[in-house]
């Protein structure tokens, strides 16, 4: 059974910080191409950033010099660096894990696997 869990959510203010982490179990995860998204209430899930099994990281032009995907493959887990947060970052996030890589990081439908989601809420 694949499980993906989230943690790390929470409220902080505008220019704050927060690490998001993702555990995963069930599957393979060296191999796994690991993504985070999110969602806001009545909006599409918005790609966020990916991380290869290979290394190579891709980020959305929104969060790109503020946040970072990191992975532990002891540990099975993958990370979300946050700073310099924005309220426009207020959403859910959540962790995708992706048994094959297609190119098309920044699509939902290339993920095998979800988290149930954190929320991070960014207050001004």
């Known amino acids: 059974q694949v499980q993906l869990v989230e943690s790390g959510g929470g409220l902080v203010q505008v220019g704050g910080s927060l690490r998001l982490s993702c555990a995963a179990s069930?599957?393979?995860?060296?191999?796994?191409?690991m993504g985070w998204f999110r969602r806001v209430p009545g909006k599409e899930r918005e790609f966020v950033a990916t991380?290869?099994?290979?290394?190579?990281?891709y980020y959305a032009n929104s969060v790109k010099g503020r946040f970072t995907i990191s992975r532990d493959n002891t540990k099975n887990t993958v990370y979300l660096q946050m700073n310099s947060l924005k309220p426009e970052d207020t959403a859910v996030y959540y962790c995708?894990?992706?048994?094959?890589?297609?190119?098309?990081?920044?699509?939902?439908?290339?993920?095998?696997?979800w988290g149930q989601g954190t929320q991070v809420t960014v207050s001004s």
């Open positions: 991380l290869r099994s290979s290394g190579t990281t």
């Open positions: 995708a894990a992706a048994r094959y890589y297609s190119g098309s990081y920044y699509s939902p439908q290339m993920y095998n696997y």
């Open positions: 069930g599957i393979t995860f060296s191999s796994y191409t």
